[in-house]
T-cell receptor, first 114, second 114 residues
Framework: DAGVIQSPRHEVTEMGQEVTLRCKPISGHDYLFWYRQTMMRGLELLIYFNNNVPIDDSGMPEDRFSAKMPNASFSTLKIQPSEPRDSAVYFC????????????FGQGTRLTVV | AQSVTQLGSHVSVSEGALVLLRCNYSSSVPPYLFWYVQYPNQGLQLLLKYTSAATLVKGINGFEAEFKKSETSFHLTKPSAHMSDAAEYFCAVSDAGNNRKLIWGLGTSLAVNP
């Protein structure tokens, strides 16, 4: 398996524009997580899915953020409209069922909103 | 509820010296514990994990960690630091609830001086 694949790796957009981040989890993993990492706040869990169903979105900062998982092999995180304070690295991770299983992370998307 | 505390946001060692990164956890049930490493501009990568088997866990790149229930600790060590070990290190505990998300520490940045 190629691991967790995220696209794009880098995104620069203007304030007010819509941004869509994409993630392909490892095949067979039941859980998918979206994280945001910044210098100020560290690693924050935004939302996670179990078997394509959103379980906990309490980390989503505002209604401008939304995430979907239409099938087991694809998820998106959308920001509309984007703001400069959304600039961060966004990670997707997937994990198999079982408490002792580890999460596998993608390489991240570095988002810059100008 | 589970929580993770990493003592020392920045640790600096000399090349060849012992590396000790501290992690304490709180959990109402036997925990699953993880150490991850993040190199610059990369995603998080699993170093090692504890899943209630041996209390001394060996990981990649010469790292190991010892689970000490009485101290609620899972400190990460390496006998001899290498320049390539400079990175951010994260400790995490698996949520014992049915949701299976990971609870993360704030990270420790390791600098290795020549």
């Amino acid at each position: 398996d190629a691991g967790v694949i995220q696209s794009p790796r880098h995104e620069v957009t203007e304030m007010g524009q819509e941004v869509t981040l994409r993630c392909k989890p490892i095949s067979g993993h039941d859980y998918l997580f979206w994280y945001r990492q910044t210098m100020m706040r560290g690693l924050e869990l935004l939302i996670y899915f179990n078997n394509n169903v959103p379980i906990d979105d309490s980390g989503m900062p505002e209604d401008r953020f939304s995430a979907k998982m239409p099938n087991a092999s694809f998820s998106t995180l959308k920001i509309q409209p984007s703001e400069p304070r959304d600039s961060a690295v966004y990670f997707c991770a997937s994990r198999a069922a079982g408490g002792g299983t580890e999460a596998f992370f993608g390489q991240g998307t570095r988002l810059t909103v100008v | 509820a589970q929580s993770v505390t990493q003592l020392g946001s920045h640790v600096s060692v000399s090349e060849g010296a012992l590396v000790l990164l501290r992690c304490n956890y709180s959990s109402s049930v036997p925990p699953y514990l993880f150490w991850y490493v993040q190199y610059p501009n990369q995603g998080l990568q699993l170093l090692l994990k504890y899943t209630s088997a041996a209390t001394l866990v060996k990981g990649i790149n010469g790292f190991e960690a010892e689970f000490k229930k009485s101290e609620t600790s899972f400190h990460l060590t390496k006998p001899s630091a290498h320049m390539s070990d400079a990175a951010e290190y994260f400790c995490a505990v698996s949520d014992a609830g049915n949701n299976r998300k990971l609870i993360w520490g704030l990270g420790t940045s390791l600098a290795v001086n020549p």
